[in-house]
């Protein structure tokens, strides 16, 4: 009996041994596997070396909220490189990866997102109107399914647009508005209909691809003797934001640009921010990971703009911005 009893000790000693063995790893393993990820998928890519401001709103807003990528999040992003074919095939791919919440920035890639999953909750950002059929959402209150998100919809946002445009270079008569092959629709359309409300006359230029002829978009623009160039919000104008940016001052073109592209020197960034609208996104995120059903989170405006003029372009360029628009910019470029 003596001997039974000292070999049940030696073995619950042994099994007590091994449980503060591996008590800890298992406990690392737990928490690892608890380690929540986001997938993030933009329509656009950033020009190399240059940091993406929504993709910076985001991580800002999750740090403010208690997350440490790496730590307690990690961000799986997964990026076009001008390629827009590409969005069905990378949204697939964080399906697969059965990521927690995907987030992403354009109405091409909410729609590829939405496409691939109807479980896994998305938070689209940068989508003009997620009305518009194929709709995103089924009511901006109460969106349903498992998509919500932030717009920046404005029905008169073209319009304060081109009487800005207008406003700072006097005389403007004919205004080139470069948008994208791959997202033309209701923006260009809208574009167009307030130049024409405005007594400017329109030209549209589309292009794409990884490499798009923007060379020939400028002589296009210059060849119809076009005043001045929009650009619009599109993947591939964030893509190539800096070299837009440098073809507009070697052809002396007065430029405005989405706020976000300020970096690209053009003339007047205006609009609202894409770092803005990341840092909200953080916090819809943050519910989602808690529990909140993305359905029941209504669909936000991004209202606030800014306006954002660089004297150093206009110098260039040889342009004088007036006085009283000088006096409504938040932000001057000297």
Same mark, same amino acid.
């Given at each position: 009996?003596?001997?039974?009893?000292?070999?049940?000790?030696?073995?619950?000693?042994?099994?007590?041994?091994?449980?503060?063995?591996?008590? @800890?790893?298992?406990?690392?393993?737990?928490?690892? #596997?608890?380690?929540?990820?986001?997938?993030?998928?933009?329509?656009?890519?950033?020009?190399?070396?240059?940091?993406?401001?929504?993709?910076?709103?985001?991580?800002?807003?999750?740090?403010?909220?208690?997350?440490?990528?790496?730590?307690?999040?990690?961000?799986?992003?997964?990026?076009?490189?001008?390629?827009?074919?590409?969005?069905?095939?990378?949204?697939?791919?964080?399906?697969?990866?059965?990521?927690?919440? /995907?987030?992403?920035?354009?109405?091409?890639?909410?729609? #590829?997102?939405?496409?691939?999953?109807?479980?896994?909750?998305?938070?689209?950002?940068?989508?003009?109107?997620?009305?518009?059929? @194929?709709?995103?959402?089924?009511?901006?209150?109460?969106?349903?399914?498992?998509?919500?998100?932030?717009?920046?919809?404005?029905?008169?946002?073209?319009?304060?647009?081109?009487?800005?445009?207008?406003? &700072?270079?006097?005389?403007?008569?004919?205004? &080139? /508005?470069?948008?994208?092959?791959?997202?033309?629709?209701?923006?260009?359309?809208?574009?167009?209909?307030?130049?024409?409300?405005?007594?400017?006359? @329109?030209?549209?230029?589309?292009?794409?691809?990884?490499?798009?002829?923007?060379?020939?978009?400028?002589? #296009? &623009?210059?060849?119809?003797? &076009?005043?001045?160039?929009?650009?619009?919000?599109?993947?591939?104008?964030?893509?190539?934001?800096?070299?837009?940016?440098?073809?507009?001052?070697?052809?002396?073109?007065?430029?405005l640009f989405p706020r976000d592209h300020v970096d690209a020197g053009g003339l007047i960034a205006y609009g609202a921010s894409l770092a803005e609208a990341g840092r909200r996104m953080a916090a819809y995120?943050?519910?989602?990971?808690?529990?909140?059903?993305?359905?029941?989170?209504p669909v936000e405006m991004v209202t606030r703009r800014e306006l954002i003029i660089n004297l150093r372009t206009a110098r260039e360029i040889g342009v004088t911005i007036p006085p009283e628009v000088l006096?409504? #910019?938040?932000?001057?470029?000297?």
């Open positions: 009996m003596r001997r039974h009893i000292v070999l049940l000790s030696w073995t619950l000693a042994v099994i007590l041994a091994l449980g503060a063995v591996l008590r @800890p790893a298992l406990s690392e393993a737990q928490q690892s #596997a608890k380690i929540p990820r986001v997938g993030y998928l933009p329509s656009a890519s950033p020009p190399p070396g240059t940091p993406y401001a929504h993709l910076q709103g985001l991580q800002k807003g999750l740090g403010d909220l208690g997350y440490v990528e790496g730590r307690n999040i990690i961000i799986e992003s997964r990026w076009t490189e001008g390629r827009l074919d590409r969005l069905p095939e990378l949204a697939a791919e964080l399906v697969r990866l059965k990521v927690d919440v /995907i987030v992403t920035v354009g109405g091409v890639g909410a729609r #590829a997102a939405k496409d691939a999953t109807t479980t896994i909750p998305v938070v689209f950002a940068v989508v003009v109107d997620p009305l518009v059929p @194929p709709a995103l959402v089924a009511n901006l209150q109460r969106p349903g399914g498992n998509v919500t998100g932030f717009t920046t919809f404005d029905p008169q946002g073209a319009r304060n647009r081109l009487e800005l445009l207008k406003e &700072a270079i006097p005389g403007l008569a004919r205004v &080139a /508005i470069l948008g994208d092959q791959g997202t033309r629709g209701t923006t260009i359309a809208a574009n167009e209909d307030a130049a024409r409300a405005v007594g400017l006359e @329109p030209q549209v230029l589309l292009v794409g691809g990884p490499n798009p002829d923007l060379e020939g978009a400028f002589e #296009a &623009a210059t060849r119809e003797r &076009a005043n001045a160039l929009v650009i619009l919000e599109s993947p591939v104008a964030a893509t190539n934001r800096v070299r837009i940016g440098e073809l507009a001052v070697k052809h002396r073109m007065p430029t995120v943050d519910r989602i990971l808690k529990g909140a059903k993305p359905g029941d989170l006096r409504r #910019a938040d932000q001057v470029i000297q």
